[in-house]
C-alpha cells in the first residue's frame, strides 16, 4: 500500500530518480539528496507507514526485515568498517521530514552525540 503524497512512495513506484543502493522485495535503501555525513542512505519499507507510532505488532517482520537490510547496506557500502549511526526519527520535532518511516545510515566521519 503506498501514499500517492509521499516522495519516498513515489520513488518506490519509480516515479522519483533515486540513486538506489539496496533492494529487497519488501525495503529499498538509496542515497540522500541532502545528506547530513559523506555517507547518508536511506533505507525504507516499499509499504507506507508513516511513523514508529503507525507500527503494531502486525509489522514487527517488516522491520526485521527493514533493519536487516541496513545492516546489509552498512557492509556492502563498508560502512561498518569504520562505524556507522542509525538514526530513526518520529514526528517534526524529532526531525522527521517525510512522513515515511526510515533508517538514516550516516558515516565517513567521526559524528558527535548529540548531534548538532
Known sequence: ????????CKIVQGEIPATIVYETPTTLAFRDVNPKAPHHILVIPKRHLSSLIDLSGDHESLMGELFSSARQVAVDQGLHITGFRTVVNTGRDAGQEVDHVHVHLLAGRPLKWPPG
Open 1 to 8: 500500500m503506498s501514499n500517492s503524497f509521499c516522495v519516498f
